[in-house]
């Protein structure tokens, strides 16, 4: 379940959800998020998204934070031309 702030996570994860994805949140509101969250579900995955960059990815990571998503990898990554002949 998508969440943009910890009570939704703690509600989604209440209501049953098996992982938990906090979107857009600095580094500061993720942690203590994920950390409230893990508190009350244990069992719950964490996955950290939204405006991550490689540069910035040490600063989401964590011991709350199971799974980050950067959707730079696929809308920011460089083309690369070539051809195949056979």
């Known amino acids: ?15 049953g959800a098996d992982i938990v994805l906090l979107d857009n949140l600095d ?14 579900h244990p069992g719950v995955t964490v996955e950290a998204s939204g405006g991550i960059l490689l540069g910035t990815l040490p600063q989401y990571l964590g011991p709350h934070i199971d799974v980050v998503s950067m959707g730079c990898l696929t809308h920011s990554a460089p083309a690369l031309d070539f051809a195949l002949r056979v």
């Open 1 to 15: 379940v998508e969440c943009s702030s910890a009570d939704e996570a703690l509600a989604a994860a209440g209501a």
């Open 27 to 40: 580094p500061q509101e993720l942690h203590a998020a994920a950390a409230q969250v893990k508190a009350a």
